[in-house]
Each structure stands twice: as structure tokens, then as C-alpha cells.
């Protein structure tokens, strides 16, 4: 079941309006989906409430509005290798503010303190359950679905700073949708990124380091993840720079295709 978070467009009496709802269609053909509002929050319920919209009428929002967004580090040995480092012995886990998010077709605002902003396409894991030291047989549980995420991240910063708050955490560098898949099986998914059109990214999350229930077991022993919390699980090799006017994608296989304009700061 996919989940999205939508406004409704001007010229319908819900103009403004955010809900929740369930997409139907084929997302090859935009033309052919239509969303089915939800009355409230789909972790809490999937009542329908009775309101559908072709996607032409809606804009596609970010499809959660976590509380935090806990991300993995060097989880791909083929990128922690083009970065320089070796793969840690340990996951890799650091923060990206709720400030950061932004949607589907939202724009990635290129701060002014970076001169090298680059594209870190990955699967994101929303959780469903709230989860403290949860067991690894138990993590499938904890979870709601899955969507496409770019870690937007100012290199130079990063290397500058030595740590990474500001080089991952500004506003706009954390791009997620189009919407959430609930009935996905993440174990051998593709993940690509293209810009302007040119594929630069092309991975398989069955080359994790390590796996989606081993990065939550790991990070849940520290501090409780909440229903509506975001993991990123890491990128593949193939990263690279952004620059004003581009316009870059990442698809992950069963999921959909996230797309994002760079912009200037204004």
C-alpha cells in the first residue's frame, strides 16, 4: 500500500487543506493515480474519509514529518571506499534535524557556506511502533514502510568541520517521498540516482554492510525510536556534486522515484 502526504491545489472547496491517503494507479502513468484521502494519521488509523482527488489536483507533500531522521554512514563498502575510508566497525549513525525535510518536487536550497553540494540516494525506513532495545526478530514489527531519501550533504563542509551537523542537517537536505510503501520486502531492492537525467548511482540494498533489522537493533539500544521516526540506511557509490539548475532523482525498486530541483538560497 503506498501512503502519501498531500495539500489539495486551488479550485477545489479542500484548496490548502494536508491529509494523508492511499495511492491507487499505476505510477508509470501519473495521469492514472488517484488518491484516497484518509481521516486521520495512517499509523494510527487507515479510515477513509470518503474524499478522492486525481494526482493533477493534489501536491505531493513529504510523506512523514518525523521527529527525528537517524541516518548510517559508510554502509555501502563500494562508497565508503570512494570516499577514502574504510568501512567502520560499528554502524555509523549521526542526525538530520525535522527542519531538514522537504517533498517530492520541493527544491534543495544550495546554502551559501558550501561549494560542493552532492546527491546521496537511499532507502529510508519509517517506523510504525515506538522501540527501545528492540530484539532482531522483533524489528519487522516496529516498522511502517519504506521511501526514497537523498542525504543532501556539503562536502566540503563535512571534511571542513570534521563533524556533520551543519554539512547534512541544513534546511532543505533532506528530500523524502514520493510516498510510503507499507508491503515491500527491502531485502534486494535497486537504488539509482540520475541527474539531469544522466545515472549516477546504481546499487542494491542487498549490499548493505549491514541490514535494515542490524541498523535498528543498533540504534534503538541507545534511544527509543517513535512512530513517524526516520532511518536512512546509507548510499551507494556514485555520489557527486549538484549544482544550481539540476534537477536530481532518486528511484529505489517497488518504491517510486523522488525528484528534487536545486536551487539558490534565496
Known amino acids: ?60 507533500l513529504s510523506p ?18 570512494e570516499l577514502g575510508h574504510e568501512v567502520p566497525d560499528v554502524p555509523l549513525t549521526f542526525f538530520k534535524p525535522s527542519t531538514a525535510v522537504i517533498g517530492p518536487t520541493e527544491a534543495i536550497a544550495y546554502p551559501p557556506f558550501s561549494s560542493d553540494v552532492q546527491f546521496e540516494g537511499e532507502l529510508a525506513v519509517v517506523i510504525g511502533r515506538m522501540g527501545r ?28 568541520e570534521g563533524q556533520w551537523a551543519r554539512a547534512k542537517g541544513f534546511d532543505t537536505a533532506c528530500p523524502l517521498g514520493p510516498w510510503i510503501e507499507t508491503e515491500l520486502d527491502p531485502s534486494d531492492l535497486a537504488v ?8 549516477k548511482q546504481a546499487g542494491r540494498t542487498s549490499l548493505m554492510v549491514r541490514s535494515i533489522a542490524e541498523l535498528i537493533v543498533h540504534i534503538s539500544e541507545a534511544m527509543t525510536l517513535l512512530p ?11 555520489v557527486g556534486p549538484m549544482n544550481v539548475g539540476d534537477e536530481v532523482a532518486v528511484s529505489i525498486e517497488g518504491i517510486g522515484t523522488l525528484t528534487n530541483k536545486v536551487i539558490k538560497r534565496g
Open 228 to 238: 513517524g521516526d526516520v532511518v536512512l540506511t546509507g548510499t551507494p557509490a556514485g
Open 64 to 81: 512523514i514529518l518525523p521527529n527525528k531522521i537517524v541516518a548510517v554512514g559508510r554502509n555501502y563498502a563500494a562508497h565508503a571506499a
Open 1 to 60: 500500500m503506498r501512503i502519501a502526504r498531500f495539500s489539495v491545489r486551488e479550485g477545489s472547496p479542500a484548496a490548502g487543506s494536508v491529509s494523508f491517503g492511499v495511492v491507487e494507479g499505476d505510477p508509470s502513468q501519473p495521469d492514472s493515480l488517484v488518491v484516497h484521502a484518509l481521516a486521520g494519521h495512517p499509523i494510527v488509523s487507515m479510515q477513509l474519509s470518503g474524499e478522492s482527488y486525481r494526482m493533477q489536483d493534489i501536491r505531493l
Open 133 to 160: 532495545e528492540v530484539p532482531l526478530e522483533r524489528v519487522p514489527e516496529i516498522i511502517f514502510g519504506y521511501t526514497c531519501a537523498n542525504d543532501v550533504t556539503a562536502r566540503d563542509v563535512q571534511q571542513r
Open 192 to 199: 539509482t540516482t540520475t541527474l539531469n537525467g544522466e545515472l
